[in-house]
């Protein structure tokens, strides 16, 4: 006798007591974004659908998709797809996740190319691309550079800009190798800052998942600065990515290379997470 199907309240209730059990603390979260992602439907909707009958291949997509969150595969990776600012992106392996807390990134480096008609802006590290489409998609007349090391990332980088219809320009370079062109307006990254002896630290979804390429701090911070001096046009500025321990530090090297009105900005949650700077006019 085959079981009785199963309404989405009911497929919910349960995908969330499995995650549970597996000890994700977002177990309900994830659930009704996993639900709601096979339903193609928005979170918000999920709950007025909630008495709506599950087909049998629904629920079998359900269980695929909560069998690799169970396993502590990132949520955004699972979905294959994640919101940044104004875009929808699609998200992978490939590269770093797409998060909250880079959206500030982006405010900031539009903050500063106020005013700019047709500001150069180089993106050091684009991995999916998030920070170097947002620019673009928010100040039309930007022209954008997204460079990074690993082929893998630009692939996604390119697919992202498909998908987005937002123009930018993609190159492979590795920063550690000297940044290309010069008179950029305004250069920005999400460098590798998380030291190696911090991996313990990380959790599974981060350290097991996301690629170290992306992750572990190699000198690539020190480099940046150094190198972004030098390429940046007189009046132009530097937004770097960093986390509230190192923060004041990076400041200090901004300061130590000559950039002026250095400043932290601190993400949603409080914490500090955005250095930038200006070269002297």
């Known amino acids: ?31 009704e974004l996993i639900v709601a992602h096979v339903l193609e439907l ?5 709950a007025l659908e909630r008495g709506r009958v599950v087909t049998d291949a629904e629920a079998e997509r359900v269980a695929k998709l909560t ?26 392996g490939r590269a ?16 500063l190319l106020a005013g700019v008609d047709a500001p150069r802006v180089l993106d050091v590290g684009t991995g999916s691309g998030a920070i170097a489409l947002a620019i673009a998609d ?25 998908r987005t219809g937002v123009a930018v320009e993609l190159l492979q370079a590795d920063l550690l190798g000297g940044l290309p ?5 305004l250069v920005v990254s999400n460098p590798p800052y998380v030291r190696p002896d911090e991996a313990a630290t990380l959790a599974p979804e981060v350290v097991d998942w ?24 007189r009046g132009g500025a530097l937004v770097l990515e960093s986390y ?13 290379a000559g950039f002026e009105q250095v400043a932290v900005t601190r993400d949603l949650a409080g914490r500090d997470r955005v250095v930038e700077g200006r070269l002297p006019a």
């Open 1 to 31: 006798m085959s079981a009785a199907p199963e309404t989405v309240g009911e497929v919910v209730r349960r995908t969330a007591a499995r995650l549970e059990t597996d000890g994700l603390l977002t177990a309900r979260l994830d659930a």
């Open 244 to 256: 509230d321990e190192r923060a004041r530090a990076v400041a200090g090297l901004l300061e130590r």
């Open 138 to 162: 928010e100040h039309p007349g930007a022209a954008v550079t997204g460079i990074d090391v690993s082929a893998e990332a630009l692939s996604l980088a390119r697919e992202n800009a498909a």
């Open 42 to 46: 928005t979170r918000a909707a999920l």
């Open 96 to 111: 770093l996740i797409p998060r909250p807390e880079t959206e500030t990134v982006v405010e900031r480096c539009l903050a």
């Open 210 to 233: 996301e690629p170290h390429v992306a992750l572990f701090d190699g000198g690539h911070t020190e480099t940046l600065v150094r190198d972004a001096a030098a390429v940046l046009r």
């Open 181 to 185: 062109g010069s008179d950029w307006d």
């Open 67 to 92: 069998a690799r969150r169970a396993a502590r595969e990132p949520l955004q990776y699972v979905l294959g797809e994640w919101g940044f600012r104004r875009l929808t992106l699609t998200v992978d």
